[in-house]
T-cell receptor, first 113, second 115 residues
Framework: DAKTTQPPSMDCAEGRAANLPCNHSTISGNEYVYWYRQIHSQGPQYIIH???NNETNEMASLIITEDRKSSTLILPHATLRDTAVYYC??????????????FGQGTELSVKP | GAVVSQHPSWVICKSGTSVKIECRSL??????MFWYRQFPKQSLMLMAT?????????EQGVEKDKFLINHASLTLSTLTVTSAHPEDSSFYIC???????????FGPGTRLTVL
């Protein structure tokens, strides 16, 4: 089962910041938080990941609370092309060779003009 | 990001036939590859994990004799759906693990329709 909880859907106005929350209250100390998104009928696209520090890249920012029980993905200036299902995933390490990504239901973000 | 390809992008076959789907990591070596299945309006469901040169590890409820996985090299994994039936119609997606930075990249998916 997925170890994360996300709201099923959110709306955001074009040009505004989209803040997508995720709860992962049972996260273990060596588990990372990953964010992916999936545009209809395509494979998931990697966005960002982090362990305990906040992270930023060209796509988004990831804010992880100090207790690591929740996080927020921020798309600073949402565009219509950001409309997608966003998945927050806690990565389980398997034999230290990488980890299984177990997808939950995600948040369907609709960016509106 | 890294590039993962899948072939074919879509396939239609008759019930009872077998279908092979290829997954390639184009610009990195993937020690571990993952196969997912996604039904309409549902999330991705992990089917199996494959490590290069060893047998795949299947998730509970996934029939290993029906979904044959071969990971012959660090850049290629194949999924064969044997004796496909209409209920196997789905979107199949592979993921490749790039160990250098703990990232997993996904292919564009293969749409399988079994008539």
């Amino acid at each position: 089962d997925a170890k994360t909880t996300q709201p099923p859907s959110m709306d955001c106005a074009e040009g505004r910041a989209a803040n997508l929350p995720c709860n992962h209250s049972t996260i273990s100390g060596n588990e990372y938080v990953y964010w992916y998104r999936q545009i209809h009928s395509q494979g998931p696209q990697y966005i960002i990941h982090g362990l305990k520090n906040n992270e930023t890249n060209e796509m988004a920012s990831l804010i992880i609370t100090e207790d690591r029980k929740s996080s927020t993905l921020i798309l600073p200036h949402a565009t219509l092309r950001d409309t997608a299902v966003y998945y927050c995933i806690v990565r389980v390490r398997v034999y230290d060779q990488g980890g299984k990504l177990i997808f939950g239901q995600g948040t369907e973000l609709s960016v509106k003009p | 990001g890294a590039v993962v390809s899948q072939h074919p992008s879509w396939v239609i076959c008759k019930s009872g036939t077998s279908v092979k789907i290829e997954c390639r990591s184009l610009d990195f070596q993937a020690t571990t590859m993952f196969w997912y299945r996604q039904f309409p309006k549902q999330s991705l469901m992990l089917m199996a994990t494959s490590n290069e040169g060893s047998k795949a590890t299947y998730e509970q409820g996934v029939e290993k004799d029906k979904f044959l996985i071969n990971h012959a090299s660090l850049t290629l994994s194949t999924l064969t759906v044997t004796s496909a039936h209409p209920e196997d119609s789905s979107f199949y997606i592979c993921g490749s693990d790039r160990r250098t930075n703990n990232e997993q990249f996904f292919g564009p998916g293969t749409r399988l329709t079994v008539l």
